[in-house]
Structures are given as structure tokens and as C-alpha cells.
């Protein structure tokens, strides 16, 4: 019986106990909710507009509220359909090149394998061979389990259009709705701040949540813009493509653009084009520095988590949700320390109440 009492077993049960309920709520609750909470933060980002169109112009709320909306919407719309269409753009010229890229790269493979070849005194071939066999075993790996599993998505993406559509809706029309009680929902959410086990929860999360998901959104959005302007700098014909996904790249731990873009500007420098190795360890540099210099800055040590945990959070995330848990990850560490905290200050407080009952 004392095992069970010892504290580091009580929280160790209580740690696995929240963690679970934090997993079972991303898992199951937050599909059915998410379009829910992405119209409550349009109208968080949106009601000082509004607010000020009431005060200033004597608008009604909901007239206020539609009007800023229906701009917001045209401006999101406009800027989605020119940079999808550049994308969809330097992607379909990708593939209608891929030919001359696959030959470019078989010879600079080729030539890279002849040259291992004379550098270990192997027999002309050996190293290509066993690329060739290698590559052969991918190629059909991947037309056995990637290619069918990536035809049944995309057939379900077309499929769920509609629902897409509808889902769409609903936020429009929910933050509608939002923006008109805002006020209303202000109140309850400053009742709900007085509990101190839901305040602090919600404290917990909105210091640290919220300052998470602004730094990573910001960070990703300024590497983006760096790669693809060094991209055009060099004239490249895929510089969006280039910056957008490298950008993505850069946001998972360890990974890095660095990955990319050292080993791409190593090759330029052995192959004699200074001016694209130069831009190339530039926008390196530049994407560190922002990363480095920025993060530390815009979370202001509001985390308060060490950088292997935050890692840890991540790399679990992602196992657990794919790419999004590059963002649920230590949106749920976040939770289950916060709901740790509060559950020990409750503890702690019915230790101190106890004597005081006698």
C-alpha cells in the first residue's frame, strides 16, 4: 500500500493520466471542433476592426462583423490564388522537365560513382551497381505501397470536396456568430480565468500555446519569404516551390534548410559557380540567424521547456498526428505540464486547508 502512496508514483500515474486524456482529446475531440476553433480565432484577429467600425462609424455588430469579414475573405482569396497559381505553375513545369532532371542527375551520379571507383580501386561499375540494385529496390517499393496508398488519398480528397466546401461554410457562418457575442463570450471567459484549476490551465496554455503557434507560423512565413527571394535572385524557375518547401523542412527539429542547402552549395563550389555557393551559404546564414535570434526572443521564455523535451514533444507529435504534431506535440506537453501544475497546487492546497478543518 505505501508503494502507491509514494509521490513519485502518484505522479507518475497522474503524468500518464493526463498525457493520455491530452492524446484521446486531439485524437477525437479536436477533428469534430477544429473548424469551431479556427472561426473563434478569425474573430479574435478581426474584432478590433469590427469594434472600431461599431464605435467609430455607429455600425451595427453583425453588419460591422460581415463587412470586415467579406474583406478579409477577398484579400485571403486573392493572395491564396496568386501564390497557388504560382506554385501550381513552377510544379507543372517540374514534372514536364523531370526528363532532363532525371538525365542531369544520372550523369552527375555516374560521374560521382566512377570516381569512388578510382578512389578505392574498385572495378569499373561496382559503386553504380550496388546504387542500381539500391535504387531498384526503392522504385519498387514504392510502386507497391506508396504509389496506391497516394492515389487512394487523393481519391478521397476529391471525394471530400463537398465536405471541404461545408466545412468552410460553417466557419464563415461561425465566426459570424462569434463576432456578434464576442462581448458575451469575453465575459465567460474572464468567469472561467477566476476558477483557479481552469485559470491556470488556461493561462498555462495561453501563454505558452498561443506564443508557440505565433513564433513557429511567423518563423515559417519568414524563411519562406528569404529562400524564395534568394531563389529568384538566382534565377531559379522554382524559387516559391524551392522556399515554400524547404521552409517546411526547416520547421521539423534536427532537420533544418541547412540539410539542403549546405550540401547543394558545397556542389556549386566544386562545380565552379561561386556566385550560386555564395547566395546559397547567405541564405543559410540568414535562415539560422532568424531561427536562433528570433525564437528565443518571440517566445521570451514563456515555454520554460528544455530543448531535447521540446524535441522529444515534437518527434512524438509527429509520430502521433503527422505533420500537424510539429505543432500539437508541444501544444500537448504544454497541457498535460499545465494540468500537472494545477492538479499540485490543488494538493497542495488541501494540505494547507487540512489542519485548519481539525
Not at 63 to 88: K, S, W
Request: aromatic share 12%; hydrophobic share 55%; glycine share 10%.
Amino acid at each position: 500500500m505505501d508503494f502507491w502512496k509514494d509521490e513519485k508514483i502518484k505522479s507518475g500515474w497522474n503524468f500518464l493520466l493526463a498525457a493520455g486524456a491530452v492524446y484521446l482529446a486531439f485524437r477525437f475531440l479536436l477533428p469534430l471542433v477544429l473548424p469551431f476553433v479556427v472561426a473563434g480565432l478569425f474573430a479574435m484577429l478581426l474584432y478590433p476592426v469590427v469594434r472600431f467600425l461599431n464605435k467609430k462609424l455607429r455600425l451595427p455588430i453583425f453588419f460591422a462583423g460581415a463587412l470586415v469579414l467579406f474583406g478579409f475573405l477577398c484579400l485571403l482569396m486573392m493572395a491564396v490564388f496568386y501564390f497557388g497559381q504560382m506554385l501550381v505553375t513552377q510544379l507543372v513545369a517540374f514534372f514536364q522537365n523531370f526528363e532532363s532532371y532525371e538525365r542531369y542527375l544520372t550523369e552527375q551520379v555516374d560521374g560521382i560513382c566512377h570516381g569512388c571507383d578510382r578512389l578505392f580501386r574498385l572495378e569499373k561499375g561496382t559503386v553504380m551497381g550496388v546504387l542500381s540494385s539500391a535504387m531498384e529496390v526503392l522504385m519498387e517499393r514504392i510502386q507497391t505501397n506508396i504509389l496506391p496508398a497516394l492515389t487512394a488519398k487523393t481519391l478521397k480528397f476529391a471525394a471530400g470536396t463537398a465536405a471541404i466546401l461545408g466545412t468552410v461554410l460553417i466557419v464563415i457562418v461561425s465566426t459570424l456568430m462569434v463576432l456578434k457575442e464576442m462581448e458575451g463570450y469575453r465575459r465567460d471567459y474572464r468567469k472561467l480565468c477566476e476558477s483557479k484549476y481552469i485559470g491556470g490551465l488556461l493561462g498555462s496554455l495561453k501563454g505558452g500555446g498561443a506564443a508557440y503557434l505565433k513564433t513557429q507560423l511567423l518563423l515559417l512565413a519568414m524563411i519562406a519569404a528569404v529562400l524564395s527571394v534568394g531563389f529568384f535572385i538566382l534565377h531559379n524557375p522554382y524559387a516559391l516551390l524551392l522556399g515554400v518547401a524547404i521552409a517546411v523542412f526547416d520547421a521539423f527539429p534536427v532537420l533544418g534548410s541547412g540539410l539542403i542547402l549546405v550540401p547543394w552549395a558545397i556542389l556549386r563550389l566544386f562545380a565552379g559557380d561561386y556566385t550560386q555557393t555564395i547566395v546559397l551559404f547567405l541564405m543559410f546564414l540568414i535562415c539560422q540567424v532568424l531561427r536562433e535570434v528570433l525564437e528565443p526572443k518571440l517566445l521570451g521564455g514563456k515555454l520554460g521547456i528544455r530543448p531535447v523535451t521540446m524535441m522529444l514533444a515534437i518527434y512524438a507529435g509527429v509520430k502521433l498526428f503527422g505533420v500537424a504534431g510539429v505543432f500539437l506535440g508541444p501544444i500537448g506537453l504544454l497541457l498535460v505540464r499545465g494540468i500537472m501544475e494545477q492538479e499540485q497546487h490543488c494538493r497542495q492546497g488541501e494540505i494547507q486547508a487540512a489542519p485548519e478543518e481539525d
